[in-house]
């Protein structure tokens, strides 16, 4: 839903409650940080504007990471980011352990993350993060996260240490690989936005076990560790890939959360008397490590309703959807609604083109 918002925004919408009726459930911020947080650009991510959707290749493409240009940033901060925040809050509360899991994360490469985390927020933004004092001041959720000397976390009673802190203040979620010798392993998951996958499923697993059942990764699954060790050599490198959601939120945790009943929790079909339809991307970026063979991986979720795509956009995602192999489409959920999506596509490029006209 967060990144629906600035889509809107950027089309002349003022009305988003027409939209999102939660919207006004959101604590308020400070007027000044809200303000400030209104100006920023928005970003928009249109990978499927390319008519082809293909997995037999990574799709990585080299970042060269800076903090003065938005869209080379590690992290993205954006006028949605209260929404970001609620959706971790929701986490939390429900049960953390959920969604922030370690297995074997050495305190050294920990150490290393925290330490980049903190440097590339205090640089990029630095009227919302600094550091100072062995305190790291985060104006945007009012947190003060108070460090020792070995930059742990003194104790906090809402997180668990300061890797979990540092997630908490980021609309990305984030993982980290590690390489020992020939052998690699998803060490961290923090992830509060997972799409249909469930983070107790993929930690502690090699990145041929987390891709097991991805069409079209076989021959990436058989030769990776190349792949993987090249990246951790590397600065920074991105990719984008997408889906299709008939809802606006976040979460997708195959296990409902415990207020909510387990039949209530899965996405509706999409329909045609009523089409609700959001193009999912997400900004996938990884970042090498090479003092402690470690990638971390951030991963950034924008939604987009299908409904305000322009023409550019509507043509792409047909065609990329009609691209799509039977393999792929079960993968993703939409081999029974493909078709009427595209009937509903076609009528929407009909539309835009007889505005036109």
Not at 96 to 122: G, P, S, W
Not at 217 to 241: E, S, T, W
Not at 288 to 297: D, H, R
């Given at each position: 839903m967060a990144c ?62 800076e903090t003065e ?48 985390i903190v440097d ?238």
């Amino acid at each position: 839903m967060a990144c629906v918002l600035l889509f809107f925004a950027v089309r002349g919408e003022t009305d988003l409650r027409k939209f999102f009726p939660t919207i006004g459930k959101i604590p308020p911020m400070n007027p000044a940080i809200q303000d400030h947080l209104s100006r920023l650009p928005v970003l928009r991510y249109f990978p499927f504007e390319s008519g082809k959707y293909d997995v037999s290749t990574p799709g990585l493409f080299h970042l060269q990471v800076e903090t003065e240009t938005p869209e080379k940033r590690l992290f993205q901060i954006d006028q949605s980011y209260p929404l970001y925040l609620q959706n971790k809050a929701h986490c939390r509360q429900e049960n953390i352990n959920k969604y922030y899991l370690e297995q074997d994360l050495d305190t050294a490469c920990q150490r290393l993350v925290n330490q980049t985390i903190v440097d590339h927020l205090c640089r990029a933004y630095p009227q919302w993060f600094q550091f100072e004092q062995q305190s790291l001041n985060c104006s945007l959720s009012g947190d003060q996260l108070k460090l020792s000397a070995k930059f742990e976390l003194q104790e906090h009673p809402l997180y668990l240490n300061l890797f979990d802190a540092l997630a908490s203040q980021l609309q990305e979620d984030l993982a980290i690989w590690q390489l020992q010798g020939d052998r690699d392993s998803l060490v961290a998951l923090h992830v509060c936005a997972p799409n249909f996958w469930a983070p107790a499923e993929k930690i502690g697993k090699t990145f041929a076990e987390v891709h097991q059942h991805v069409p079209g990764m076989a021959a990436q699954r058989g030769n990776y560790l190349p792949m993987l060790k090249g990246l951790i050599q590397k600065p920074a490198f991105c990719r984008f890939i997408w889906d299709l959601n008939t809802s606006s939120r976040l979460n997708h945790h195959p296990l409902a959360p415990v207020d909510i009943l387990p039949e209530n929790w899965p996405l509706p079909p999409f329909s045609l008397a009523a089409p609700e339809l959001y193009v999912r991307v997400e900004r996938q970026l990884l970042c090498g490590l090479p003092a402690c063979q470690a990638v971390l991986f951030a991963i950034r979720t924008y939604l987009y309703p299908v409904q305000a795509l322009d023409l550019a956009g509507l043509q792409g995602l047909a065609s990329a959807l009609q691209s799509m192999p039977p393999a792929l489409l079960e993968y993703k959920n939409l081999a029974d609604s493909r078709e009427a999506i595209q009937s509903w596509l076609k009528q929407l490029i009909a539309q835009k083109r007889a505005t036109f006209a």
